[in-house]
């Protein structure tokens, strides 16, 4: 009888390993689906051109602050610079893949987190929950394949935290070692995007109010931490110290916050577009919210010396708080942190509906089947995949998409490299056209669209590290150094710090000392970032101002 029941239950148990088997390898599929996608059809942002820019200077021995402009900590270039023979001969899109597995690699990271964190008997389900709510979600796929800095923050944060989560307060040494590294990577974290800095922070004080008996896992935390942050900003701090205050604090403060109306509108629409991106984890949010309220009086089981989800709360949330908190809040900085906040939630519900004895084994199956069902409804309502084959909409007809704009920006970039004379030099303030092309730009436009400040003088525009004020840009666009030029919308036409539009006078003059020297020879229509017209322009002869044709 005995043996009967043990073949039962070992027949059962192989049952649900198979289930979750059969999901993780379906979920698999389409997270790559999305993902790829999102390399090949996914909108293009002037945000990839600087960033990967920046990677070539580093790959070429430059440095960020001290020998360019950059407004971020040096931890994206650095690293893509290790790959940028892979942007040379592929370009953005290449780039794009490359951000694509880092953030498929933070997914599974997440999805090992809440593994981790979750109850015994409920970790499989919590580990594949998490992916499911990341990987089946369109608007995180393209967020996460953008050459920008959320796919590597989110890694260095979650596997920062996945090594402080496993710590069991056991092994002094074995969790001192951990906490050292986990303190390191999320100090590299913030080296990749400065606002992962408090999670940095928010760890460091969870772990010394659970460790207030032992000081040997914090201790080991911190010492972590600021050798990874000596070792991302030391350069910079002993190189360029003004040139990295400025890329990483002042440029980020001198955008004026709007009346206290539109700020609240602008946080509202924060939060109704995470909502948006989000939405089943939302969801999911708001019933583990109900059930708290519920049963606020229950204790959860103890965990010992072990780490729980209040970790993932405690840099979550902070980090939420600093985007929040931001002039103009951006729902995609929430990108790396909502691999955090999922499993978050994931664990906090998991250990609530643990309290319920109708969550058996293979009702939880059943649970994941409609959640990933879920995702995928949400997945394919996702404006998103939309804008993977539509440029918008001009009254009652939708204007479609000829090419895929990567496919286009690499079309674009090998016709001017023809063009290029031996200098390599391109006049633009598309940066990802000259990395397409393998050009570099005149020195001061490394930062693309956000180069141009107006007001500074010579002396604060040389301590930005060599952003250009009104005299340097004229100067570079009257020299006529460059055999070819090349402006979309986005060029001759924002004014940084405070990223608004130039009047219509400032951009006349901008362009009329353009035109002096360049002639338009083509036009790229729906270009790029926005779907602007890009204008190909040709020096008319070295030094020598064109004659104005008589109309």
């Not at 008997?121 to 919590?126: I, M, N, S, V």
């Amino acid at each position: 009888m005995v043996g009967k029941v043990n073949f039962e239950r070992n027949k059962a148990l192989k049952k649900l390993s198979w289930s979750y088997g059969g999901l993780l390898g379906v979920s698999l599929a389409v997270a790559l689906l999305l993902s790829l996608g999102s390399v090949l059809f996914g909108n293009l942002n002037q945000d990839e051109g600087w960033y990967l820019y920046a990677a070539g200077m580093m790959a070429r021995g430059f440095e960020p602050y001290r020998d360019f402009a950059f407004t971020q900590g040096p931890m994206l270039p650095r690293v893509y610079a290790l790959f940028y023979d892979v942007v040379r001969a592929q370009g953005v899109l290449g780039a794009r893949v490359l951000t694509a597995l880092l953030g498929l690699t933070a997914c599974g990271l997440a999805s090992g987190l809440a593994a981790r964190l979750a109850l015994p008997g409920w970790k499989r389900f919590a580990g594949l929950a998490v992916f499911l709510l990341l990987g089946l979600n369109a608007y995180h796929a393209y967020f996460s394949a953008l050459v920008k800095t959320y796919s590597l923050c989110s890694v260095l944060l979650v596997g920062g935290l996945l090594l402080i989560a496993w710590t069991d307060g056991a092994r002094r040494l074995r969790d001192s070692v951990l906490c050292a590294a986990g303190g390191l990577l999320l100090a590299l974290a913030a080296g990749t995007r400065l606002s992962a800095g408090v999670a940095l922070a928010a760890a460091g004080i969870y772990l010394l109010v659970r460790d207030r008996s032992s000081a040997a896992r914090w201790v080991s935390f911190g010492v972590g931490g600021l050798a990874g942050l000596a070792w991302v900003f030391g350069r910079g701090l002993l190189q360029a110290p003004e040139a990295l205050r400025f890329g990483l604090l002042d440029y980020h403060s001198l955008r004026e916050a709007p009346g206290l109306a539109q700020s609240l509108i602008l946080k509202a629409g924060f939060l109704s577009r995470l909502v948006q991106g989000y939405y089943p984890a939302a969801v999911l949010t708001a019933f583990l919210v109900i059930v708290w309220l519920v049963s606020r009086k229950r204790q959860g089981p103890a965990l010992g010396k072990r780490v729980g989800a209040g970790l993932l709360w405690s840099a979550g949330l902070a980090m939420t708080a600093v985007h929040l908190a931001a002039p103009f809040p951006y729902d995609d900085y929430q990108v790396m942190v909502m691999p955090v906040l999922t499993g978050a939630v994931v664990c906090s519900l998991t250990g609530r509906l643990a309290e319920w004895s109708f969550w058996n084994p293979a009702r939880r199956v059943w649970l994941l089947l409609a959640l990933g069902f879920a995702c995928v409804l949400s997945a394919g309502s996702s404006p998103v995949l939309q804008d993977w084959m539509v440029i918008g909409r001009d009254r009652i007809w939708w204007r479609m998409k000829d090419r895929p704009d990567v496919l286009k920006l690499r079309d674009a970039g090998r016709e001017l490299k023809a063009d290029l004379g031996g200098d390599r030099l391109l006049l633009t303030q598309d940066t990802y056209l000259a990395v397409e092309a393998d050009a570099r730009v005149p020195h001061g436009m490394e930062m693309g669209p956000f180069c141009y400040y107006p007001e500074f003088t010579s002396a604060e525009a040389a301590a930005a590290g060599g952003v250009l004020n009104r005299e340097a840009l004229l100067t570079i666009l009257r020299s006529a150094e460059a055999k070819v030029a090349a402006f979309s919308g986005y060029g001759l036409s924002i004014r940084s710090p405070d990223v608004t539009e130039l009047t219509p006078a400032e951009q006349t003059e901008l362009r009329g000392a353009l035109e002096a020297f360049y002639e338009p020879v083509r036009t790229v229509p729906d270009f790029g970032q926005g779907h602007t017209p890009l204008t190909i322009y040709q020096r008319s002869a070295p030094g020598a101002p064109l004659e104005k044709k008589q109309p």
